[in-house]
């Protein structure tokens, strides 16, 4: 509606400046032309604002204009209560600022939508942490926000999963991103995208030098390349296994991100045998095919050979260790001095 289009023009000018009209076009999704038109009808209704031609140009409101906008639809107010995780707030240091902003924001409702806008708060509740995720470590965020804030470069100690030692990287951030409990730092390194996770950043320092983003990139942007590429990197080998109907459902909600295609027998498929469904996996390397054992005997590996075989070792090579350490000395004492 055009009178919802003029409400987040006044709050777009209001909070960033001058702007160019076909940024505000591109975000409002209408022409530049619809975007003229509507800074008429603002100038109409008593709102001071200009446009000012030339490469520097844009739309602006006259210094010192403020309105208090208060218009906000039911739907609007009760979306402001659907709140994320606290924990992402707590982290970043803004948990007692997120209660003070919300009460204020409460306040300034109309009256009407005050009480549903309260009701979806104490109804709705958005956690983003994974079920069993286990305990996670303690991140310090205050370095990576001050350089996130203050664009400025950072030096970081990364340890990568799998390296005993960090590596020292000279990062340009964008920003940081919560996804799924865990933090991550998005940064331009040598003017290529990567992703720090912020839990295995050893230490950084901010540096005097200020950030070098490519140019038109914002942290949306930057984010949604790596995120495509971490979801749609290639598996290294496609592993075929048959999983029995009693486990089928955890299988399913554990092994979502290395599924292939569906099961068979599942939502369309051409239907399993008898207590077993076939499934396949993709996997990043051969190893990685040992997390299969969790399932034990609910889960068998069918081709290739080679990762039957991996299995087998595995296997193998538990029941050896257990056969061998089963009433020496040594477990006997560390059973007793855990008793």
């Not at 409101?61 to 402001?80: H, I």
């Amino acid at each position: 509606m055009k009178s919802d289009r003029l409400l987040s023009i006044l709050l777009l000018l209001q909070t960033r400046g001058r702007v160019p009209a076909p940024e505000l076009a591109e975000r409002l999704e209408v022409s530049v032309r619809t975007i003229y038109r509507d800074i008429e009808a603002l100038s109409a209704s008593g709102v001071p604002v200009y446009a000012e031609r030339g490469r520097h140009g844009g739309i602006e409101l006259l210094p010192g204009f403020r309105t208090d906008v208060t218009g906000l639809t039911a739907d609007e107010s009760r979306a402001l209560f659907i709140l994320a995780a606290q924990g992402a707030h707590a982290a970043l240091g803004l948990d007692a600022a997120l209660g003070s902003a919300l009460r204020k924001v409460m306040a300034a409702l109309p009256a009407p939508h005050r009480p549903a806008a309260e009701v979806t708060s104490r109804r709705i509740l958005v956690d983003a942490t994974r079920w069993k995720g286990g305990p996670q470590p303690a991140v310090d965020l205050d370095t990576l926000q001050d350089a996130v804030f203050a664009d400025r470069r950072l030096r970081l100690r990364y340890r990568h999963s799998g390296d005993s030692e960090p590596t020292t990287y000279t990062v340009d951030p964008y920003g940081l991103v919560a996804k799924a409990g865990v933090w991550y730092l998005v940064a331009d390194r040598r003017g290529k995208p990567r992703l720090f996770r912020a839990d295995r950043v050893r230490s950084a320092k901010l540096l005097d030098d200020p950030v070098q983003r490519r140019p038109g990139v914002e942290l949306a942007d930057a984010w949604e390349v790596l995120r495509r590429q971490v979801e749609e990197r290639p598996g290294g080998l496609v592993v075929t296994v048959r999983v029995r109907r009693d486990r089928l459902d955890m299988f399913l909600r554990l092994n979502a991100s290395a599924l292939v295609d569906l099961p068979e027998g599942e939502e369309g498929g051409v239907g399993g045998e008898g207590d077993w469904v076939t499934a396949r996996l993709s996997y990043p390397s051969l190893p990685a095919t040992r997390q299969l054992l969790a399932f034990s005997d609910r889960v068998e590996v069918l081709a290739p050979p080679e990762a039957r075989d991996e299995l087998r070792a595995a296997a193998a090579s538990v029941t050896e260790l257990y056969q061998r350490t089963e009433g020496s000395p040594e477990v006997n004492s560390q059973v007793s001095a855990l008793s």
